[in-house]
């Protein structure tokens, strides 16, 4: 798809956001904006894209289920009123830009607003320590999810975002650019490397509104590191807008990251901060799990991202993954006096959808079942005799 193509497609996607046209409506929506915006798309070319577009149209994505603890109160439908979706919205815009069928969409803005309803409610003073899990199927759309809530919470009130992005630094720099085109609007590692002047270029959803961008203190070129902790000498508080880190899953950083807030935002005797914290833990399943041998040991991993919670009157914790069987069968009574209660999910657990244009395991599954039934027929029309226990153990079922 060239550059033209592409641009069409993204216009013509927005425009039916609110008005779903298909047949010669779809066609004749098209052949007008291409004809307004100058593009110059040929009559087999134009068709093609309406196909593609008609047949995102047919692709759906279910609401999933959740789980909640019996004290569940929801809160969101209540102030819901009240929030500015400004981040929401540009977030929206950007997914229907990008392609994504308007089902899946709406789907996704359904489900965020039921995650985000589970969480702590940020105009609320008192104390609160929410924790839950998401689960979702391999590359199916989590961290789109999580970008959604993510924007949603700074729409509704929180002051600090931290996503832990896995153990690797390619993981991390690929969340930190999704993070910067989904929700800060700022290409963050082009800020760094030339500077403020010369790299505040808008990307992503900062090309529908490039106002009240979120402060990150991480890029796509480097993790939260020392010189930072150490030079940045603000508090949370400062910030008129939201503050968003992206970092790895590892023990210097959060390090680096416990020392920066109680050096400069924790107060009180308790050495604590009253600013609302939302922590997502990606690949909640790898390294944040404490698999200390004794009931007394706490792995450093696990005992740091206690620690950062701990620091906080007002925190909540989700743990992202594909692979939730560690998580679930965390002690839920897991308590240590300095580090307080560990990560089991006891709040909510919330299982996403995929799309149903998603190709996963169970399809590779199911596609490798039928093609071995038509290879049992073949080979039995000729009459053969085959165990049936071979064709149990080459298929890989049990």
């Known amino acids: ?53 008609e047949e995102r149209f047919g692709v759906s994505m279910g609401l999933g289920a959740m789980v909640d603890d019996g004290d569940f109160r929801p809160w969101l439908p209540e102030a819901k009123a009240s929030i500015d979706p400004f981040y929401w919205n540009r977030y929206r815009k950007l997914m229907l830009k990008s392609g994504l069928p308007l089902d899946v969409v709406t ?11 589970r969480l702590g409610n940020p105009g609320l003073l008192e104390e ?9 199927h391999v590359q199916s759309g989590k961290t789109s999810n999580y970008t959604g809530l993510i924007c949603k919470a700074a729409d509704a009130g929180y002051r ?31 800020l ?23 402060v990150s203190l991480t890029n796509t070129l480097t993790d939260f590191r020392k010189t930072t902790a150490t030079g940045n000498t603000s508090e949370i ?56 041998y004794a009931k007394e040991e706490i792995t450093r991993i696990n005992g740091q991202i206690r620690d950062l919670l701990g620091l906080f009157h007002r925190s909540c914790y989700i743990g992202y993954t594909a692979t939730p069987f560690a998580n679930i069968f965390v002690d839920p009574d897991s308590y ?45 029309s000729r009459g053969a005799v085959v165990r049936s226990t071979d064709l149990t153990v080459s298929s890989g079922f049990r």
Not at 107 to 117: A, C, Q, R, S
Not at 193 to 214: C, Q, S
Not at 336 to 351: M, N, T, Y
């Open 107 to 117: 789907t996704t803005d359904t489900v965020t607003d039921e995650i985000l309803g």
């Open 192 to 214: 760094a490397m030339r500077g403020k002047k010369e790299g505040n270029r808008a990307i992503g959803v900062g090309l529908f509104d490039d106002r009240r961008t979120p």
């Open 1 to 53: 798809m060239n550059a033209q193509v592409a641009h069409l497609d993204s216009i013509v996607s927005q425009s039916l956001a609110n008005d779903r046209k298909t047949g010669a409506g779809l066609r004749t929506l098209i052949l007008t904006l291409n004809e307004a915006l100058g593009l110059g798309v040929e009559q087999d070319t134009r068709e093609q894209l309406a196909r593609d577009i």
């Open 128 to 136: 609160w320590d929410r924790r839950g899990m998401v689960v979702g």
């Open 237 to 292: 508080d400062s910030y008129k807008v939201p503050v968003i880190l992206v970092i790895k899953k590892n023990y210097s950083t959060l390090r680096n990251l416990l020392d920066w807030l109680r050096e400069h935002s924790a107060k009180g005797d308790a050495q604590m901060i009253s600013q609302p914290m939302l922590l997502i833990d990606d690949e909640a399943d790898n390294a944040s799990i404490n698999t200390g």
């Open 336 to 380: 240590d006096e300095a580090k307080k209660e560990d990560l089991f999910p006891k709040h909510f657990i919330v299982g996403l959808d995929a799309p149903t244009n998603y190709f996963g395991a169970k399809k590779i599954v199911t596609a490798q079942h039928d093609w071995l039934s038509l290879w049992g027929d073949q080979i039995f």
């Open 160 to 190: 600090l975002i931290i996503v832990i992005a896995g153990i690797h630094n390619n993981l991390r720099n690929q969340t930190q650019e999704r993070i910067d085109e989904g929700f800060i609007g700022r290409d963050t590692g082009r």
